[in-house]
């Protein structure tokens, strides 16, 4: 299973561009990652952090934007936008503000999937998460700067959804 991921990962790493920060304990060296691979990625607006952990029956992921975007001016309309999303998008993984105020999607996927279908564990594990934070990342920015309450957020993602495409212009982006 370890060796079915990290092949995953490496593809995926060198496919996307992302920065991979893995886990190294040896000897009198104990890393400061805790989880078993920790991946940076950028988009345009936004950086995002993504935390992997491999058991022998699945691989759990964390995605989530770096640096906190919550805080107590915004968390209620962040969350308002968060819950929405989920009602939007189908896919193995769900959005929510955890206890650190950060926004993550956790997906985990089982092991019949990384062993079995290496495509659809790339897509659930990488490109899902990164396709909808790319989406997002105008209102998590808008919301998390208190620009936009959550019914614009949720205004323009519904365009964006419905039409494929939104005229930034027409928000003040």
């Not at 993504?50 to 699945?58: G, R, Y």
Request: aromatic share 12%; with cysteine.
């Amino acid at each position: 299973m370890k060796v079915a991921t990290e092949k995953i990962i490496n593809e995926v790493c060198k496919e996307l561009g992302f920065q991979m920060i893995k886990a190294v304990n040896d000897g009198n060296v104990i890393s400061f990652v805790r989880d078993d691979y920790s991946l940076l990625y950028r988009l345009e607006h936004i950086s995002l952090q993504m935390s992997l952990k491999v058991n022998e029956k699945n691989v759990t992921a964390l995605i989530f934007p770096d640096p906190i975007m919550v805080n107590c001016q915004n968390k209620e309309r962040i969350i308002k936008f968060i819950n929405h999303i989920n009602w939007l998008t189908l896919a193995f993984g769900h959005f929510y503000v955890d206890t650190n105020n950060d926004i993550a999607y956790a997906v985990k996927i089982p092991d019949y999937i990384i062993l079995n279908y290496i495509n659809e564990a790339k897509a659930q594990l990488f490109r899902t998460p990164i396709a909808f934070y790319t989406d997002i990342q105008i209102p998590l920015m808008k919301l998390s700067a208190c620009e936009w309450d959550s019914e614009i957020a949720i205004k323009y993602i519904n365009e964006l959804y419905s039409n494929g495409f939104v005229s930034n212009d027409d928000y003040g982006v």
